[in-house]
């Protein structure tokens, strides 16, 4: 089973409906030649979009995948790299912040992506998200910024990661967004009903989807977590598929084309939210997974 692939806006880039995300890989220990083997596989599974954050692992991350990327250069034109930047973490790599804060002022954005394009070993993004949305953001200068780094050749697209309606609907107006990266999963309904997916839905501008398996709450043991795994079983048995696939298929069965993805270095665990994207999962079974969840049934 091979990920399909979707364009995000009617001018937007084609990424994998599957993107694997990379936020974890300064915990796995590995070898960079373990990494260029990882990122081989994602791809062998049409999962070419990786997806990153210039603070994952301490701002360790990039680095440790461009090391890897720098083993087989050419995989760069086979795949399309993701990037967010916005959070400004206290870290013995970053001595200069005080406190946790957010930066979206211009010089920053143009100091972080020239910084990202160093350490992920490569001439540009293909899709740079704001982080987390800003109290102090200016839309003006966030949009100068992003044409500025689109005519430089830097980036080739933007977007948003974890901002309301009104926030995203504030920046596009000043400069094309092509997706608002959220999270999403039958433990966190809120994009269902609070105006983020009617807005994706809408603008033609599929989500990205973080924390589809709950981030890991799913295997926990509250009594949702339970009842939520239960309603997945009884369909992940029905279609002979995994729990996972089953939470992935719940995702993609939603119409504004989500784009979930993965945490996970195991290549059977990608290929399981792979399989998902072969089920289309029927009205009555999500509504199951939904009520699940909610501990109630829909009003």
Known sequence: MISPRIQLAEHGPELSRIVAG?????????????????????????VTTFDHADIYGGYTVEALFGEALALEPGLRNRIELVTKTGIALTTPNRPEHRIKHYRTGREHLFASVDASLQQLRCDWIDLLLIHRPSPLMDPYEIADAFD?????????????SNFTPTQFAMLNARVPLVTNQIELSPLHREPLHDGTLDQAIALGRPPMIWSALGGGRLFGDSPEAHRVRGALDAYAREHGVSLETAAYAWILRHPARPLPLTGSQRLPAIAAAVAATALTMDEQSWFAIWQAGAGHEVP
């Open 22 to 46: 990379a936020w974890r890989m300064a915990d796995w220990q590995w070898s960079a030649q373990q990494r260029l083997d990882w990122i081989r596989g994602c791809i062998d599974l049409g």
């Open 148 to 160: 500025r780094l689109l005519q430089s050749g830097k980036v080739r697209a933007f977007g948003v």
